[in-house]
């Protein structure tokens, strides 16, 4: 149980475009999912905390209007990098928790390319 | 606030040698602590975790940690390492009593394992 999926897992875009990042809990309702941010070779910085429902928290230093987060329903929520420009190439990666369990379960990532 | 530092970015043993990878927390609440593995491009697959009862946690693939309150650590060990441990490790804090909340992860370290 307790199976995060992302979709995709690897996705191109062009300079400019919009690009969605799908997070699904499978088994499992979570009103909470967080998003992270990798760069090679380094850890993992969080981004934001999407809530079921509501607006989303954003880290400092993470941009709102670049990053949209929404949380439709208790088993999906979705990142879509707006108007991507190569810096914003990196891996994200989501994660969602179950109640009294103190953890929080990871999707695969979801490698993105801005070209 | 919480913060992780581990010590060392990078740790190489030969195979069936210990491994030590090394771990600080800070935190002004009880912490949960846990040590995640990430193999290249893949998402972060959960080794162990310490919530609450014995400070000796033992998780998968033979690894353990112990929690020491006192030197505000939480040391993951291996007695005998495989060339398949060869990954990224992540140890990460959060807040015990905060449901919800979202893991802050320390900087990792990569383990090489060689023959």
């Known amino acids: 149980g307790a199976v995060v999926s992302q979709h995709p897992s690897w996705v191109i875009c062009k300079s400019g475009t919009s690009v969605k990042i799908e997070c699904r809990s499978l088994d499992f309702q979570a009103t909470t999912m967080f998003w992270y941010r990798q760069f090679p070779k380094q850890s993992l910085m969080l981004m934001a905390t999407?809530?079921?429902?509501?607006?989303?928290?954003?880290e400092q230093g993470v941009e709102k209007d670049k990053f949209l987060i929404n949380h439709a329903s208790l088993t999906l929520s979705t990142l879509t990098v707006t108007s991507a420009h190569p810096e914003d190439s990196s891996f994200y990666i989501c994660s969602a928790g179950l109640a009294g369990r103190g953890e929080l379960f990871f999707g695969e990532g979801s490698r993105l390319t801005v070209l | 606030a919480q913060s992780v530092t581990q010590l060392g970015s990078h740790v190489s043993v030969s195979e069936g040698a210990l491994v030590l990878l090394r771990c600080n927390y800070s935190?002004?609440?009880?912490?949960?602590l846990f040590w995640y593995v990430q193999y290249p491009n893949q998402g972060l697959q959960l080794l162990l975790k310490y919530t609450t009862g014995a400070t000796l946690v033992k998780g998968i693939n033979g690894f353990e940690a112990e929690f020491k309150k006192s030197e505000t650590s939480f040391h993951l060990t291996k007695p005998s390492a495989h060339m398949s441990d060869a990954a990224e490790y992540f140890c990460?804090?959060?807040?015990?009593?905060?449901?919800?909340?979202?893991?802050?992860f320390g900087k990792g370290t990569t383990l090489s394992v060689s023959s």
């Open positions: 999407s809530n079921e429902g509501s607006k989303a928290t954003y």
């Open positions: 990460a804090v959060t807040a015990a009593n905060q449901a919800g909340t979202a893991l802050i």
């Open positions: 935190s002004s609440v009880p912490p949960y």
